[in-house]
């Protein structure tokens, strides 16, 4: 599975963003997607998942509320939905993809390249 990220970005606190993430490839090998984003001198978090076959989601609790995450199935796309930003929200973003979701970045194998996001203060 190859994953193709885009949508980063420079924002004001309190503002938007939306990512998106592009499967290709065996897209048949994976029921889950994820984004997870890594800070400067930090381990990788889970931000938020999605399953392709019913849409169960979950959540980083420090996102919840502000952060949605969707799928289309037709356009094998998951899209995250960023909202009322902090600036601690700032890091490197990353898409995944895997049979199933869990929040350890360690169980998945599929990954994307990173976009960028900052949100100032």
């Known amino acids: 599975v190859q994953l193709q990220a885009s949508g980063g970005g420079l924002v004001q606190a309190g503002g938007s963003l939306r990512l998106s993430c592009v499967a290709s490839g065996r897209t048949d090998t994976s029921n889950a997607m994820a984004w997870f984003r890594q800070g400067p001198g930090v381990e990788r978090e889970f931000v938020a998942s999605?399953?392709?076959?019913?849409?169960?989601?979950l959540y980083a609790d420090s996102v919840k509320g502000r952060f949605r995450i969707s799928r289309d199935n037709a356009k094998d796309t998951v899209v995250l939905e960023m909202n009322s930003l902090k600036p601690e929200d700032t890091a490197v973003y990353y898409c995944a993809a895997d049979l199933e979701d869990t929040t350890q970045y360690r169980g998945w194998f599929y990954w994307g390249q990173g976009t960028q996001v900052t949100v100032s203060s």
């Open positions: 999605v399953t392709w076959r019913d849409g169960r989601t």
